[in-house]
Antibody, heavy 122, light 107 residues
């Protein structure tokens, strides 16, 4: 069974940093592209960042570019999101999601974790 | 960035109704369109990928169509468990972008 478990969320002050982790199991992690998707309270879904299966390519939404860094450790089946210079509008539930697979240079969320809540507030 | 626009934003319907949700892309995305269902407090669930392919385990009352810029999600006969919010997402180019969502409510 595919499982994704996010952790690392919490309350942080504006300008602060936080590192999210996503531990996965039940599939061959190093074969799949992964992404982080967030959802502000009561709002829609926003794709935040993605990374290729080998970690060689990374992608970001304009709203987080230069502030967030995605990475992965394929030896530990874990995905990361390093967030810095956090702002109030970064407050959201952050999901990690596995690519459905089957199409190169394309990403659809085939499996999702339950999310970790990040709150940016003073 | 590719902008995705869903319509309607909300919809009231009854069990047994046929429902159609539309998603329009600001530029051609070929068939790289995915539909998700999200229920309150839950993660999104992939329904349709590549515009018209049904994800394994998803009931056949869900179907998708379209290519280029215009896409539709159809639920042929609404069931009580289908009342949820639906999102489209383009998987053609980064940044991957979602529509704003369509909330499907019970009439």
């Amino acid at each position: 069974e595919v499982q994704l478990l996010e952790s690392g969320g919490g309350l942080v002050q504006p300008g602060g940093s936080l590192r999210l982790s996503c531990a996965v199991s039940g599939f061959t992690f190093n074969s799949y592209d992964m992404s982080w998707v967030r959802q502000a309270p009561g709002k829609g879904l926003e794709w935040v960042s993605g990374i290729s299966s080998n970690g060689g390519a990374t992608y970001y939404a304009g709203s987080v570019k230069g502030r967030f860094t995605i990475s992965r450790d394929n030896s530990k089946n874990t995905l990361f999101l390093q967030m810095s210079s956090l702002r109030a509008d970064d407050t959201a539930l952050y999901y990690c999601a596995k690519d459905r697979g089957g199409y190169s240079n394309s990403w659809s969320g085939g499996n999702w974790g339950q999310g970790t809540l990040v709150t940016v507030s003073s | 960035d590719v902008q995705m626009t869903q319509s309607p934003s909300s919809l009231s319907a009854s069990v047994g109704d046929r429902v159609t949700i539309t998603c329009r892309a600001s530029q051609s995305i070929s068939y790289f369109l995915t539909w998700y269902q999200q229920k309150p407090g839950k993660a999104p669930n992939l329904l349709i990928y590549a515009a018209s392919s049904l994800q394994s385990g998803v009931p056949s009352r869900f179907s998708g169509s379209g290519s280029g810029t215009d896409f539709t999600l159809t639920i042929s006969s609404l069931q009580p468990e289908d009342f949820a919010t639906y999102y489209c997402q383009q998987s053609y180019t980064t940044p991957y972008t979602f529509g704003q969502g369509t909330k499907l409510e019970i009439k």
